[in-house]
């Protein structure tokens, strides 16, 4: 099971964290992704985190923006998103898959119910 918890509304420029709750599976031995799916788009890849290989992976549009990070001890995994633009307006999803990071949602097993983040310009 995974719980996101952190979205909201905020203004261009602002900043939130994302939180993910993972429960249910052995999470070291699992890879974390964000995806994002704004109205009338496809669910993208935002970021992931892999603790077995030790590797991350960025969206281009928000490198330098955006960072993803875990905590084994809390089965926990956060997405910190600085200078939010109105683009970036979507409901936000943390999912999980055994070991290696994809880019790809349907390559996930587990998902969270989804966080909605509002950018207003």
């Known amino acids: 099971q995974l719980v996101e918890s952190g979205g909201g509304l905020v203004q261009a420029g602002g900043s939130l964290r994302l939180s993910c709750v993972a429960s249910?599976?052995?999470?070291?031995?699992?890879?974390i992704g964000w995806f994002r799916q704004a109205p009338g788009k496809e669910r993208e890849g935002v970021a992931c985190?892999?603790?077995?290989?030790?590797?991350?992976w960025y969206e281009d549009y928000v490198k330098g923006r955006f960072t993803i990070a875990s905590d084994n001890a809390k089965s926990m995994v956060y997405l910190q998103m600085n200078n939010l633009k109105p683009e970036d307006t979507a409901i936000y999803y943390c999912a999980a898959r055994a070991r290696s990071i994809s880019v790809t949602a349907l390559n996930y097993d587990y998902w969270g119910q989804g966080a909605q983040v509002t950018v207003s310009s």
């Open positions: 985190i892999s603790n077995t290989y030790d590797r991350t």
């Open positions: 249910g599976f052995s999470f070291d031995d699992y890879a």
